[in-house]
Every structure is written in C-alpha cells, then in structure tokens.
C-alpha cells in the first residue's frame, strides 16, 4: 500500500447541510480541491454515518480524489446519522429521490462544474445503480462496487427463491441496532436528543418488510435495474470479487448495459472495496482505476479506459481450502464482450442409480459467512463433511481447465413432498482428498416455475429443474478432481422448508453439471497498478485484556442432536477512538441452531451493544437489541427488542413479536 502526501491540488474540506424540498437537510461532508475553477464532484450516498463508521475508510478515498481535481462528497442518507427526517426501509423510493436532488444540488453548487459522477461499495453502490436509472441530467457516470443488482435474487434476502436465513436475520439485525444509534451532539448541538428520540419513534424493523415479501412481488419488480437496464444512462463501471455474494451484478451489467459504457472488472477479493488490502488479496490500485473512469466520463480525456477489455476478472489458481488466504495466486483475464466468445460450455453428464437425497439439516455448518469481509473464519474450511452429508459426483480433470462464468445444472428430481430445496456445490478435490468450495446455487422447489409464483410439486412427480450458480473465475489443475455435490439442506444460509427433511431423489441418467471453460491458451498479460489512498485518519483501537472470541465457533449436541453456529464479528467489534475525541464501542454476536432431523427446530439470534460516547461533552448513549427468527409450518415468528440509555437513563425501550405466514409451506 503505498499513502500518498502530494497531491496535483491541495484541499480543503468542510461539513455543511444538503436542504431537500419538504424541509430536510442531509448531512454532507465535502472534500474539494483549492482552485478557482469549478470541477466535477463525486457523490457517496449512503446510512452509514459519515462522522463515525465509515469516517476511516472515507478519508482514505475522498481526500484523494479531492486531491486529482473532484468535489467528493459524503452523504448520509434521510433518518441516518446526523441527516434530518425519518429512516425508510433500504433503498425507499424516498431514499432514491432524495439522491436525485442531491445530484443536482451539487451540479448547481459555484465549485461545481454541472457534472456529477457517484460512487459506492454495497449500499452506495446499489444506490448508485438504481439513482442512475432515474437519470437525472447531472449524472453522468458511476462506480459501483460488490453491488446487489436485484433486490430480490440478488441481495441478502434471498437466493434461488429460498429465504436466507443467514443474511435475512442478520442483516435486519445489524440495521435495526444502526437506525437506532443517536445523532452526534458535537455536529448537531442540543437537538441532538429531540432527532433522536423523533427517529426512535418511527424505527420497525426492517425484517418485518422483508418477510411479507417472500416472492418476486411489486414490492421486489419496481427495482428498474433488473426490470430496464436500458434506463441507465449513466456510464457504469462495475467492480465486484469471487468472494462476494453479489459479483453476478458484474456480469448481468456487462452483458446487458452498451458496451460503449460500461465496463466490468472483478477480483478475488470478498465485500470491501479492492484498494484495502483485507483478504483474500491482491489489492489493486483500485482509485487510480476509478480516477481514469471519472477523467474520461467527467473531465473528457482520453485515459484509455474504454479501450480496456469489456471485462477484465481474476482466474484464480487452486488452492488449498483455507477460511482466510491473504493473498490467492491467479492471472487477470481480459474478454471483449460477455458472453464471451472465449468460453464454451463443457457438459458432465452425472452416473449411476437413482439416489435418494436426504441431508440432515445442519449441512450448511461450513460454508462459511454468506458477507465475507476480510475476517480470519469468513471463507469456507475443508468441504469433505459437507459432501458428505449429500450426493457427490466427480469428474477427471485431465487438463489444466479454467471455469469463468456462471456454472449451471440440469437435475432430473422426484420428491415425495410440496416443498423443499436443493442446494448444489462444486469443488475442487486435490490429490490429498482435501475440497475447496469454488461455488455454489440454490434452487428452491416451489420458485422452479419462476420467482414470482409458488408452484407446490406434485407429491411422487418426477420433474426437471435448471438453474445457475454463481459466477466463478478459477483453474482446475491436471489430477485434481470437480466435484458437484447436491444436498437438500443449507443452514444457516438457507432457511429450511417445513417437509425438507423428506429431501429428493436425483436421477443421474437425466441430470448434468455445465460449466462455463474459458480457453487458457494466448492469453495476454494484463497487470493493474499497486493501492494507493491518502493518509488514513488516525483511530485508535485501545488495547484490551478480553480474550477474542472466536470468529465462527460450532457446537455440537450429540445427545440432543443439535447443531449450534455462533458467529463473531470482529471487524465490528471493540473500541475506537476517533481523532474528534469519540468513543465507539461495538459488540455483536449471531448464534444459528438447528437440530439434524427437524427443519423446525431451526432459529436465529442476534445481538448487538452499541455505544457512543464523548466524555468531553459528558454524552454517553448505549443501543442495545436483540433480535429472533423461529419458525412453525405455517409461520416465521420474529422477535425484537430495543433498549437506549443515555447515561443511566433508559430513554427509549420496544419490543415487537410478528408471526408472518411462510409463502412456501
């Protein structure tokens, strides 16, 4: 990593207050270069407090962009932070129209040149998509990074039309305990409480909405990315990694967008922006990428960008299976259009007798986090254990063979029973024995017919089902062996079915794996630069006698059968002492159970501990919540509770008990 000091501008930066036309006033930070001349700015838009969590990783950015010539900007969106108004659910038709007028805002400003370009991994990315299809004239390109590009398939709600449990929990877990946090004195003054307490009184959880809306609905179709890529009119560059459960967008936005404006590049890295150095690496000089993309768009000089390959991804080589690699040894590739017409489907077709599929339900154990971000035990360990608790086929790899693409199968299956899933693997088996998941699909058998519907299967029907798993870039080297292995359990990813323990049979003699083989012959070197950022700024992290807990920590039953994941998040976790003088402290611990023979007995728990404070203006706020999910045969029962304090001051106390019917049951 190199920091950098010395910069074409110098700058200067500023907090102030974006108005909005119904009174609101967003919280904006603004980095710009010292010069007379009015420039381009960059917009990243999104809830996660600028003044607090995202503060660090914020200054290694917008001050270097800053420094090349740009406006950069940081907004918290409505209800979050220290902005004004209350909080919506992710990615409101309010939230989206206050982005616009933010677009705008700025291109009216005297620094501001008219165009606009916005940027942002996840959230902001994802916003940044979906602000360009309402195309508001200012905007004129965008950088989104390990973006969902479908709210409904392709987000932390759902996967092949089964509900996550993992992520669905998890994820409404940590934003009910994020809304909740108070706005800072320090840049709000007095009204600090009055916000917070207006904000308090508004905040449901997010999971509530989230699971009324099990299939495809309207609530899930007025995305008009997935519906209309032809709405953007935005240049788009999209970035994603092997590691992240949305590097598909990358694929869908190269495939569909004009490949006169966009441009695609993904890397082997899990759900951080490529420039940070957390694993699995190599980092790259990911803002050098993005500062060609905004000369070109923005500033109209010929960087070359448009001249890169369509797409540009990281074929990894084989690797050892591991739940953290600081760097995986591979090879960039570059292909002029995607489909691309260097790679070929290989069909394998699968052998043998009829098989009945019946996994016990803690299969799922080691697949690792659905949201990797750079922890020690976020990737999937050893596979051996979880092949098998299914069915495995395998298949010779004679010669050095390159996966890069979506991976699919053909399943020919019968069940006994209206509902269930199936969940399919491939990995790469080494000479050792030893299994590395290279990737994996879901299919829930009721979505078959489409993701909008719920078709029940015919109790002793024989049918056949297709479907995709997600986009790999990877090599399999001669004697190592691909194996697809197929279960009918998933947890806790996926949120089992009332009848799933009575699995499926698969019939080999009507079902095959296809994958997506990229010739590895004549493939010219491409390289990327080195990370750059600017100076970071400066948090400590105090030292503490507390022994870590463990990243994922599995605990088994035997007597009761019972399966238990708890799961740490020490990249949220402990203290840090920001330079203005704050204190934040995080806790947060997930804990999954399941027993191996009842898709009932499953549940889900979140905790989170929250507190911030600044002992020079004696603020002391604490958030704590919990959160469950069970379930019966007909319902999800979740469960929420909030507690705020300030001081010792219990300001602010709910909970929320909701039974909502399972639409697959």
Not at 202 to 225: K, S
Not at 586 to 595: G, N
Not at 631 to 641: G, I, K, P, V
Request: charged share 25%; aromatic share 8%.
């Amino acid at each position: 990593m190199h920091i950098r000091t010395s910069f074409p501008y110098e700058t200067t930066h500023e907090d102030l207050r974006i108005p909005l036309p119904d009174g609101s006033r967003l919280y904006a930070r603004v980095w710009r270069p010292i010069t007379d001349e009015p420039v381009p700015a960059l917009l990243e838009y999104l809830p996660y407090r600028l003044t607090d969590w995202t503060a660090p990783r914020d200054h290694q950015r917008h001050p270097w962009y800053a420094g090349h010539g740009y406006a950069s900007v940081r907004v918290d969106v409505r209800g979050h932070g220290n902005s004004e108004g209350m909080p919506t659910d992710e990615y409101s038709a309010t939230e989206l129209a206050d982005g616009v007028e933010v677009v705008h805002w700025l291109a009216a400003q005297a620094w501001c040149d008219g165009k606009v370009g916005m940027f942002g991994i996840s959230w902001g990315g994802f916003n940044s998509l979906r602000i360009a299809a309402l195309a508001p004239e200012p905007l004129k390109a965008i950088v989104t990074v390990c973006s969902p590009g479908d709210r409904y398939d392709n987000d932390a709600h759902h996967m092949g039309g089964s509900v996550l449990a993992v992520d669905m929990h998890a994820w409404a877990a940590t934003m009910l305990a994020f809304v909740c946090r108070p706005p800072d004195p320090r840049y709000v003054g007095d009204a600090w409480r009055d916000m917070w307490l207006r904000r308090l009184e508004e905040v449901e959880p997010f999971v509530h909405t989230w699971l009324d809306h099990q299939v495809r609905d309207h609530h899930r179709r007025h995305d008009r990315v997935r519906e209309d890529h032809g709405a953007v009119d935005a240049a788009v560059l999209a970035v994603g990694g092997w590691h992240d459960p949305y590097r598909d967008t990358v694929l869908r936005l190269v495939e569909h967008l004009p490949s006169d404006r966009v441009r695609g590049l993904i890397g082997p890295w899990s759900h951080h922006y490529p420039d940070r150095a957390l694993p699995p690496g190599p980092a790259i000089g990911f803002l050098q990428e993005t500062l060609r993309w905004w000369d070109h768009w923005l500033k109209g000089r010929d960087t070359g960008v448009m001249s890169e390959p369509l797409l540009r991804s990281y074929v990894m080589d084989a690797h050892p299976p591991a739940t953290g690699y600081e760097t995986l040894p591979g090879r960039w590739v570059g292909e002029p259009a995607w489909p691309s017409p260097h790679v070929t489907t290989a069909t394998y077709a699968l052998r043998g007798e009829p098989v009945l599929v019946r996994s016990p339900q803690h299969t799922g154990v080691d697949a690792g986090r659905f949201l990797p971000i750079g922890n020690e035990a976020d990737l999937p360990p050893d596979q051996r254990e979880e092949d098998a608790r299914g069915a495995s086929f395998e298949f010779a790899v004679p010669e050095e063979t390159w996966v890069l693409g979506r991976p699919r199968v053909r399943l020919r299956l019968a069940s006994e029973v209206p509902s269930g899933q199936v969940v399919a693997r491939v990995c790469d088996v080494a000479p050792d024995s030893s299994s590395t998941l290279v990737t994996r699909g879901v299919m829930d058998l009721s979505a078959r017919e489409g993701r909008d519907r719920v078709v029940p299967w015919t109790p002793g029907a024989t049918e056949d089902v297709t479907f995709e798993l997600s986009g790999i870039g990877y090599a399999f080297p001669p004697g190592h062996r691909i194996r697809l292995s197929l279960a009918s359990a998933y947890w806790p990813w996926i949120w089992p079915q009332p009848d799933s323990a009575a699995g499926f049979t698969l019939d080999p003699s009507g079902s095959a794996l296809e994958l997506p083989v990229r010739a590895c012959a004549t493939v010219p070197p491409l390289t990327l630069e080195e990370p750059e950022q600017s100076e970071p700024l400066g948090v400590a992290h105090p030292a503490t006698l507390d022994e870590p807990r463990p990243g994922r920590l599995v605990v088994r039953d035997v007597a009761k059968g019972e399966w238990r994941l708890e799961v740490d998040q020490p990249r949220h976790g402990g203290t840090r002492v920001y330079p203005d003088g704050l204190e934040l402290t995080e806790e947060a611990l997930e804990a999954y159970a399941i027993r191996e023979d009842d898709p009932l007995s499953a549940r889900a728990r979140s905790d989170w501990t929250i507190r911030l404070h600044r002992p020079e203006l004696a603020w002391d706020t604490t958030i704590r919540t919990q959160s469950e999910i069970a379930c019966t045969a007909e319902d999800f029962l979740a469960s929420n509770e909030v507690i705020c304090t300030s001081g010792a001051e219990v300001v602010f106390h709910r909970t929320w008990e909701k039974r909502i019917p399972r639409a697959a049951s």
